[in-house]
């Protein structure tokens, strides 16, 4: 099955900074790959998704990159403010019923 | 439109008690998921249907977990008898359709005593 691998787990950034968080995934066959947002005792919420055919996509301050020959995929925040502050998941699924996420990076923005 | 919605937000159990948990999702949402997210870690899914039907679910551990969708609308998810490490957040999800957007529940937080 796909494993799906998050780094960094915590990062911290100034405001106004930019911030990158990168997943890997072991399943060439992927070919959807959404970002939650997950704030403190809430549920979490879609901000962006890619899909394979699909290199880059942009959404205002966020962007989502995808490399499907080095299995990677990333996302990166501009401009961060401190309501971005809270756990970001990535997952990757090739099926519909094998979704699989990442551990998960706690971003904190210091005003 | 209204959110998915679940029962009960908290729950405390003594291990090898029973617990079920209830899930409504967005009105029309064929797909219904539920994951386990045990604390600092991403959501695992357990099972995922298809109107009534169960698509997967290779990650249920069946022995003590069992889950049902009867009309296609609403799901319940039991555990019986629980164990220390069941304790997490058990998420639903919903979604029109496979690869569309999943739409969270609160979330039940389940604490084995």
């Known amino acids: 099955g796909e494993n799906v691998e998050q780094h960094p787990s915590t990062l911290s950034v100034q405001e106004g900074d930019s911030a990158v968080i990168k997943c890997t995934y072991s399943d060439s066959a992927s070919n959807y790959f959404p970002w939650y947002k997950q704030e403190l005792g809430k549920r979490p919420q879609l901000i962006i998704d890619?899909?394979?055919?699909?290199g880059e996509k942009k959404d205002q301050r966020i962007a989502v990159t995808l490399n499907k020959t080095a299995k990677h995929f990333s996302l990166h925040i501009t401009e961060t403010q401190p309501e971005d502050s809270a756990v970001y998941f990535c997952a990757a699924s090739e099926t519909p019923n094998d979704m699989r996420f990442g551990a998960g990076t706690r971003l904190t923005v210091k005003p | 439109e209204a959110g998915v919605a679940q029962s009960p937000r908290y729950k405390i159990i003594e291990k090898r008690q029973s617990v079920a948990f209830w899930c409504n999702p967005i009105?029309?949402?064929?797909?219904l998921y539920w994951y386990q997210q045990i604390l600092g870690q991403g959501p695992k899914l357990l099972i995922q249907?298809?109107?009534?039907?169960?698509?997967?679910d290779s990650q249920l551990p069946k022995d003590r977990f069992s889950a049902e969708r009867l009309k296609g609308v609403d799901s319940t998810l039991k555990i019986q008898p629980a164990k220390l490490e069941d304790s997490a957040v058990y998420l639903c999800a919903s979604s029109d359709r496979a690869y569309n957007e999943q739409f969270f529940g609160p979330g039940t937080r389940l604490t084995v005593l």
């Open positions: 890619i899909r394979s055919n699909v």
């Open positions: 249907f298809q109107n009534n039907g169960v698509v997967d």
């Open positions: 009105s029309g949402h064929a797909t």
